[in-house]
T-cell receptor, first 113, second 111 residues
Framework: SQTIHQWPATLVQPVGSPLSLECTVE??????LYWYRQAAGRGLQLLFY??????ISSEVPQNLSASRPQDRQFILSSKKLLLSDSGFYLC????????????FGDGTRLSIL | DAKTTQPPSMDCAEGRAANLPCNHS???????VYWYRQIHSQGPQYIIH???NNETNEMASLIITEDRKSSTLILPHATLRDTAVYYC????????????FGPGTRLSVLP
């Protein structure tokens, strides 16, 4: 069966520091991968999605970037974190070219001090 | 913007059926309706999805109206652990398979 792993679960970082969050999917190949952010008490905002290695689409302009160095690995990065980058970050995947549902990781809670 | 409208909150007594409505009046013929729920500080959990026929699984039932402009998620015997935010989503096909999450319905199951 397929599983999605996301780490770390929580992270506290100072303003101006770099960021790297990692997400990996097991048990499938060529998945579509997604990064979402959720502010406290709000819905999910899609940040990036990827349909293949090296293919990244950005949904909103921001201080973050994403990369997909391997088929089942999706990384969210920042060179210099801002206070507004605080939030709950979620990685998700779907099979390619299907109406199957999206499955989420357990999320990373990022606090910027 | 989300293509669905849901009430912001609902209460349900423990053991009773919880019926969560969703309006999606602009849904197109090949768009599916998906339901997820999110318990505090966890990732959203997939519940059920459907196109036009009613669907049932071990978690819930999904009733879609004949004109497909609205649907209802039914939790047949709600428990305290069903307290969560429930999201109704109409799948928007862009370059990938993007799911647009709105604010959802906060369901509180009361003892």
């Amino acid at each position: 069966s397929q599983t999605i792993h996301q780490w770390p679960a929580t992270l506290v970082q100072p303003v101006g520091s770099p960021l790297s969050l990692e997400c990996t999917v097991e048990g499938t190949s060529n998945p579509n991968l997604y990064w979402y952010r959720q502010a406290a008490g709000r819905g999910l905002q899609l940040l990036f999605y990827s349909v293949g290695i090296g293919q990244i689409s950005s949904e909103v302009p921001q201080n973050l970037s994403a990369s997909r160095p391997q088929d089942r690995q999706f990384i969210l990065s920042s060179k210099k974190l801002l206070l507004s980058d605080s939030g709950f970050y979620l990685c998700a995947w779907t099979p390619t070219d299907s109406n199957q549902p999206q499955h989420f990781g357990d999320g990373t809670r990022l606090s910027i001090l | 913007d989300a293509k669905t409208t849901q009430p912001p909150s609902m209460d349900c007594a423990e053991g009773r059926a919880a019926n969560l409505p969703c309006n999606h009046s602009t849904i197109s013929g090949n768009e599916y309706v998906y339901w997820y729920r999110q318990i505090h500080s966890q990732g959203p959990q997939y519940i059920i999805h459907g196109l036009k026929n009613n669907e049932t699984n071990e978690m819930a039932s999904l009733i879609i109206t004949e004109d497909r402009k609205s649907s209802t998620l039914i939790l047949p015997h709600a428990t305290l652990r069903d307290t969560a935010v429930y999201y109704c989503i109409v799948r928007v096909v862009y370059y990938g398979q993007n799911f647009v999450f709105g604010p959802g319905t906060r369901l509180s199951v009361l003892p």
